[in-house]
């Protein structure tokens, strides 16, 4: 049919109304939309498209670095520091070469003090009489030996302290309570300072024959050396941890405890030992340990395994002398 038009989709059938129709209506509607929109209220942009407009957001994280201030060049000229004198009246030590070895006679002790009644072999063997005790002191004295300690020794070795000109060690093992009746007097009659490796046990107990707290305590503060034996007299190879840690760290804080002072060498029980033992003496923080295998020359190699010269009960004068000279 001519004058008809169907557009495709939208099915409006326009093209029917008559001219004025096909005239009016678009005007009207041009007219009532111009009138709508005239009306609206003016809306801001961000409200129509509120996305458009960045938010802030809640977990926005604040910058952390400040910024740099820009430095402000100052007129004021920099003062040239005072150069600090040096002080010229104290010497500074010079560290050495560490000498390869040391030669230190460590004279080894047990009793000394009278023989009881039927002391058997072994007892006079280690028994020293008290007059020989002293006549060895006067020696040593007039002989122009100096009395040091381990902690002598292990300075001398590891950082290059210097010793005297004729060093010499006094060990007394076991603790027994001649080293306070008789040792510790007759010392400070010389001037000489004595090691003494103690247990702890006969202590805790108040044995009679051992040297108790009290009397440690007061050779510590007159200048002794009380250094750990264990806490027992025991031999301390193929032991458990446990055991090796309650004998040899157990002294060292048994006496630390008591003296107030560090404990810092071991004396291996009976001179027996095996790797665990000088593991955990190391481990235990001691800076050495002593044998009772014979020898004068120490190394950084042997400090856990340092060897002494047994002074016997038969030892005589002249004996004695060929031991400490090396003779
Ligand atoms: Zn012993």
Redesign the pocket.
């Known amino acids: 049919m001519p004058g008809t038009a169907e557009v495709p989709g939208t099915c409006i059938r326009v093209m029917r109304a008559p001219w004025l129709t096909r005239f009016l209506f678009p005007v009207g509607m041009l007219a009532v939309v111009t009138l709508f929109v005239a009306r609206m209220p003016v809306v801001p942009l961000a409200q129509v498209f509120p996305t458009l407009t960045p938010s802030p957001s809640a977990t926005a994280v604040p910058p952390t670095s400040t910024p740099t201030p820009t430095p402000v060049p100052t007129s004021t000229p920099t003062p040239t520091p005072t150069p600090v004198p040096t002080p010229t009246l104290i010497p500074t030590p010079t560290p050495g070469p560490l000498p390869d070895f040391a030669e230190v006679p460590i004279l080894m002790y047990h009793y000394v003090e009278d023989l009881p009644p039927h002391a058997d072999r072994i007892r006079r063997d280690l028994t020293v009489r008290p007059e020989m005790f002293e006549a060895q002191l006067q020696y040593l004295a007039q002989a122009g030996y100096q009395t040091i300690t381990l902690t002598d020794l292990y300075l001398h070795l590891t950082e290059g302290r210097p010793l005297p000109e004729k060093p010499v060690i006094l060990t007394f ?2 603790g027994y309570r001649d080293a306070y009746t008789v040792v510790f007097p007759l010392l400070q009659k010389y001037g000489f300072v004595g090691t003494f490796f103690v247990l702890a046990t006969p202590a805790d107990y108040g044995s009679p024959r051992y040297l108790d707290w009290g009397m440690m305590k007061e050779m510590a503060d007159a200048g002794m050396e009380i250094q750990g ?1 264990g806490r027992d ?1 025991v031999d301390l190879r193929g032991r458990s941890y446990e055991f090796l840690v309650y004998q040899i760290l157990g002294i060292k804080e048994a006496v630390e405890y008591h003296t107030g002072r560090p404990v810092r060498f071991f004396c291996y ?2 001179g027996h030992y095996d790797a665990s033992v000088i593991a955990v003496v190391r481990s235990a923080g001691y800076w050495g340990a002593v044998t009772t295998a014979y020898g004068r020359i120490h190394t950084r190699e042997n400090l856990y395994t340092l060897q002494r010269i047994r002074i016997r009960g038969s030892d005589t004068l002249e004996s004695f002398i060929a031991k400490v000279e090396g003779r």
């Open positions: 093992d076991d034996h007299h029980p009976s």
